[in-house]
């Protein structure tokens, strides 16, 4: 028979199926059984209104097998098969699918979508095989026929004698090179684990010959047999009803899955059938992965098209501050065809995603009430990633996670919520109160905190480098402002005001120690809130000390400095004995106390000291004297 040729775009669509529209060569065997199981869904749709036929399951199946020899694969179905005409229409023009119409006209309703037999996906086969040949015949046809193309040169069709209905794909597998391995798509644990991958939900079974070794008598040689068995699962925990599935059924299919080498602390089985259907099984685990913040680690989760592995991370079904979240999607309203490049604008993927962040939240708001043991276990896992999703994106999600934050409470003793420590407040506290530092003793111990406390006000303790930064970002909760303690302005006047006569006293020494603490502080003042202490720090502006820290601890980040404000405490002993020195004019131990007093503060903050050496020459002076 003369050799047909593809129409001209179907052409240029199958050059570019062959050299660039998938990344990975191996979807091709994904293709394949999808057709497959799109043929024996029709003939399931047939039966069903069709008194003349039977639709037994067991007698559905695929067969995938290799011959190395030959260098063949072949796949075979007992679908529905195709006549001549099918074999134009669907193989000689690329990108149309029988599908599509036989879906519109049967008006198939009840969830087995059919993805698109011989669409795109058929000519995936081409990036490995040099020739492709289709053996088909159609149900209730006496006559079978033959496809055979060697690529983009055309097609050729004619009759074949084939006694059953269904349709079998040959592959005629590429020689290898020393750039690519075709000779893996002849190695059946290879197919295996390709069908496992990317087929294992196919709801047919799969078979392949298996070959294995079976133990004899003693002293005999073992026997290899050859067995056919299903390599596929078939039947997804996502399709199955909630009801028959225990906590361990969802642990096992995480440790499956390989979604950690943990035990997950929580998992949301999702199944929506509206305007978008979709199943999903989410998993919040227990334990951070070992690479979480570093560059190899993958947020996303597994996407499938009506049981087919679309993509391995689907990056765009997470937000980042959720990206510690394990598990997969399937919707039948995705197209299995569909591009990396393509999902990133799907609508039906940001309406999936959408819902996804909003059910992740709500789930996490319930274990916060209903388990706050089990939701600070997450929280000592994950609670910096959402803190980071306060400070990312300029603060756009602070209202989806500021209610799941938690904090360490001075007044409480353990890790409260926003909400618990408003709740608390009394009316006249201006604002929500926080101190920082590496940790909650640190913290408990700062001289910052004691007028604070004395006015019986609650501090939150900050002890993550990211919290300070999402706390400005949040700015404000319950519309109560957030303040640090080290605030130059506390709202609130202490119980002692530094009278007149006590700045004015104090006004040449005080000018004195700032100039000699000169490009080191911006101001030299009597404090309001020191009370057993001598010396703090507080700062002026934006950029507070902690923040001071974090930032110049990252790499090539501008060394930037807080406004520092040395805060004197004029009631105690050593200031006393500055304010004596200097009115003895004893400028070299004024200035020596000056130092010392400085240091003691970077010191308090957590601050480096420049020169270690001279701080501890200047206190052996300041012992000796």
């Not at 001209?8 to 060569?25: D, F, H, T, V, W």
Request: proline residues 3%; contains cysteine; negative net charge.
């Amino acid at each position: 028979m003369p050799q047909k040729q593809f129409e001209a775009e179907s052409k240029r669509l199958l050059e570019m199926m062959i050299n660039s529209i998938y990344s990975q060569r191996e979807v091709f065997l994904r293709e394949l059984i999808s057709n497959a199981s799109d043929a024996i869904d029709k003939l399931y749709y047939k039966a069903l209104t069709d008194d003349s036929l039977t639709f037994n399951t067991e007698d559905y199946y695929i067969k995938v097998s290799a011959d190395k020899e030959s260098r063949t694969l072949t796949v075979t179905d007992t679908g529905i098969g195709m006549t001549e005409e099918e074999l134009i229409d669907n193989l000689g023009v690329i990108a149309r699918s029988g599908s599509l119409s036989f879906k519109k006209e049967n008006e198939i309703k009840d969830g087995h979508d059919i993805i698109g037999q011989f669409g795109v996906g058929f000519y995936a086969a081409f990036m490995v095989a040099d020739k492709v040949t289709v053996k088909t015949k159609a149900l209730n046809s006496d006559q079978g026929y033959l496809w055979e193309s060697e690529g983009t040169e055309g097609y050729r069709i004619e009759t074949i004698d084939k006694s059953t209905t269904g349709t079998e794909i040959a592959l005629t597998i590429k020689e290898s090179t020393d750039e690519d391995d075709y000779d893996q798509f002849l190695d059946v644990n290879q197919l295996k684990s390709i069908i496992v991958k990317y087929s294992d939900f196919i709801r047919y079974p799969i078979k392949m010959d298996i070959t294995s070794t079976e133990p004899q008598g003693e002293g005999e040689e073992p026997v290899e047999v050859i067995e056919e068995k299903t390599v596929n699962s078939m039947i997804p925990i996502w399709k199955k009803n909630k009801n028959e599935l225990s906590d361990e059924d969802y642990n096992q299919f995480y440790t499956e899955k390989h979604y950690g080498f943990d035990q997950p602390l929580q998992h949301i089985h999702i199944s929506v059938d509206g305007n978008i259907r979709y199943d999903a099984i989410l998993y919040i685990p227990e334990n951070m992965p070992y690479n979480y913040y570093s560059a190899e680690y993958e947020k996303g989760l597994e996407l499938y098209s009506n049981g087919v592995l679309i993509m391995n991370k689907s990056a765009d079904l997470l937000p980042d501050y959720f990206s510690f979240v394990k598990g997969l999607v399937d919707s039948e309203d995705l197209s299995l065809n569909i591009s990396r490049e393509m999902l990133q604008h799907d609508r039906q993927l940001k309406l999936i995603a959408k819902n996804i962040n909003k059910k992740i939240k709500t789930e996490l708001q319930k274990m916060l009430k209903n388990d706050r043991e089990k939701y600070e276990k997450f929280y000592d896992s994950f609670g910096r990633q959402l803190k980071y999703g306060v400070y990312s994106d300029f603060g756009q999600n602070k209202e989806t996670l500021q209610d799941l934050l938690l904090f360490y409470s001075s007044k409480e003793k353990k890790l409260v919520t926003l909400a618990e420590y408003v709740e608390r407040m009394p009316e006249d506290q201006p604002y929500i109160y926080y101190a920082t530092g590496e940790t909650n003793e640190r913290i408990e111990r700062l001289p910052q905190t004691e007028v604070v406390l004395d006015k019986g006000y609650e501090i939150l303790y900050l002890t993550d480098d990211i919290d300070e930064f999402a706390i400005k970002m949040l700015a404000t909760y319950q519309e109560k402002e957030f303040k640090s303690v080290s605030s130059g302005d506390l709202g609130f006047e202490p119980e002692e005001e530094n009278t007149e006569e006590e700045i004015k006293e104090n006004k040449a020494l005080l000018d004195h120690m700032k100039e000699v603490l000169a490009n080191k502080v911006k101001d030299v003042r009597i404090s309001k809130r020191l009370k057993s202490h001598p010396v703090c720090l507080s700062n002026d502006g934006d950029i507070s000390i902690e923040m001071e820290k974090v930032l110049n601890m990252m790499p090539d980040n501008p060394q930037l400095k807080a406004d520092k404000i040395l805060e004197i405490n004029v009631q105690h002993d050593v200031f006393k004995t500055m304010q004596a020195a200097y009115e003895k004019e004893d400028i070299q131990k004024t200035d020596l106390l000056t130092n010392i007093l400085y240091h003691q503060a970077l010191l308090i903050e957590g601050l480096s000291i420049e020169d270690p050496v001279e701080f501890s020459n200047d206190v052996w002076k300041a012992i000796a004297e």
